[in-house]
């Protein structure tokens, strides 16, 4: 069964802050996703990565960054956090294959408030 | 520009009737479409899937269907349960350029008991 986890479920920062999101998964999934969802707009994807040390930008990749060190953990980081950024962000896991498409497992979410 | 769209936000159906969920997309290469469920405070979870090859797919109470002339898709849930309220999204896929989902705005389902 796949498990995607990220670090926090509710998290209030200041504007300003540096804010990093975390997202586990523990099924060897090669690629992995950052979204924001917020009412209105549905799924946005922010950035995406085919592999360990491999990234690409999304639909609104501006203020954010990732990192991929390892194949099973997905950062998500908010530079300097602005009150724009208050949203539930979501984070998924795909596999790759010859049998594919795939689809991406989510994990539960985080509801990051700035303020 | 929202390649998937949704233009139903919100779908109100009576318990044991059918709910039908609609879905519009402007990119005649996508070649899968999926559907997912979300609650509240939850990640959205995959519900049922269709390849461009097929026009249906059916799985227990819920049928998708895809008419790839009008670049349009269904899902029906047949008979709506009171647990089917959800936010329901729609997602498109370009499967020979990777993994990307291309994920509509969601119509949200309340299933009156």
């Known amino acids: 069964d796949v498990k995607v986890t990220q670090s926090s479920r509710y998290l209030v920062k200041r504007t300003g802050e540096k804010v990093f999101l975390e997202c586990v998964q523990d099924m060897d999934h090669e690629n992995m996703f950052w979204y924001r969802q917020d009412p209105g707009l549905g799924l946005r994807l922010i950035y995406f990565s085919y592999d360990v040390k491999m990234k690409e930008k999304g639909d609104i990749p501006e203020g954010y960054s990732v990192s991929r060190e390892k194949k099973e953990r997905f950062s998500l980081i908010l530079e300097s956090a602005s009150t724009n950024q208050t949203s539930m962000y979501l984070c998924?896991?795909?596999?790759?294959?010859?049998?594919?498409?795939?689809?991406?497992?989510f994990g539960p979410g985080t509801r990051l408030t700035v303020t | 520009d929202q390649q998937v769209k949704q233009n139903s936000p919100s779908l109100s159906v009576q318990e044991g009737r059918i709910s039908i969920l609609n879905c519009d997309y402007t990119n005649s290469m996508f070649d899968y479409f999926l559907w997912y469920k979300k609650y509240p405070a939850e990640g959205p979870t995959f519900l049922i899937s269709?390849?461009?090859?097929?026009d249906k797919n059916e799985d227990g109470r819920f049928t998708v269907f895809l008419n790839k002339s009008a670049k349009h898709l269904s899902l029906h849930i047949v008979p709506s349960q009171p647990g089917d309220s959800a936010v329901y999204f729609c997602a498109a896929q370009l499967s020979n350029t990777g993994n990307q989902f291309y994920f509509g705005t969601g119509t949200s389902l309340t299933v009156i008991p």
């Open positions: 998924a896991s795909s596999s790759t294959g010859p049998a594919g498409p795939y689809e991406q497992y």
């Open positions: 269709i390849s461009s090859i097929k």
